[in-house]
C-alpha cells in the first residue's frame, strides 16, 4: 500500500483547496456576467415600456380632459397629420397641436391668428412615428411608432359628439 507522508498530503490539500477555489471564483464570475446580462435586458426593456407608455398616457389624459363637443379633431399642419384639441378662455379659442417632428412627439398652443412653425413646439418624447386617424366618428386611432421600431395602436373613444361644432 502506498503511503504519503505528511508533506505530500498537505500539498494535495493545498491544490484541492486551491481548485475548489478556482471553480467557486469561476462559477462566481458567470453569475455577474449572467445578471449584467438579464439587467441591461430588464432596462433596455423598461426604457421600450417607458416610451410608449408615457405616450399613451399623456395621448389619453389630454383628449380625456379636453372632451367636449367638438374640441377634438385630426388635421395637418405642414403636411403633417396632428391631433388639434381646442379650448376656450377669456373668450379666445386656443389651439394645442400634438405633432410628430424632428423625431420627437410635440405640443404647441396657439390662437387662431398665431404664426409658427413646427420647431415651435416644444418636445414631449423622443419617438420615430405618430399617425392620428379617424375610424368612426367617435373613434381615433393613434399609431405609434417607438424608437426602436415597433409599431403600438392607441384607441381613443371620444365621449361627445367629434363632428360638432366648438363654438
Do not use: W
Amino acid at each position: 500500500m502506498l503511503k504519503l507522508d505528511n508533506r505530500h498530503a498537505n500539498k494535495i490539500d493545498s491544490i484541492f483547496v486551491v481548485a475548489l477555489f478556482t471553480v467557486f471564483a469561476i462559477t462566481a464570475f458567470l453569475l455577474i456576467l449572467i445578471g449584467a446580462k438579464q439587467y441591461q435586458h430588464t432596462a433596455d426593456a423598461m426604457d421600450l415600456n417607458y416610451e410608449s407608455r408615457t405616450i399613451s398616457s399623456y395621448l389619453t389624459e389630454k383628449i380625456r380632459q379636453n372632451d367636449t363637443a367638438g374640441a377634438v379633431s385630426i388635421c395637418e399642419l405642414e403636411g403633417t397629420p396632428a391631433l388639434a384639441i381646442y379650448t376656450i378662455e377669456n373668450e379666445v379659442v386656443y389651439t394645442t397641436y400634438i405633432y410628430y417632428y424632428n423625431e420627437a412627439l410635440r405640443e404647441i398652443m396657439v390662437t387662431s391668428d398665431s404664426v409658427f412653425s413646427l420647431d415651435s413646439g416644444q418636445q414631449i418624447i423622443q419617438t420615430a412615428g405618430f399617425y392620428p386617424e379617424y375610424l368612426e366618428n367617435d373613434l381615433i386611432k393613434i399609431s405609434i411608432t417607438t424608437t426602436e421600431g415597433t409599431t403600438e395602436y392607441l384607441y381613443l373613444t371620444l365621449h361627445s359628439d367629434a363632428r360638432k361644432e366648438l363654438l
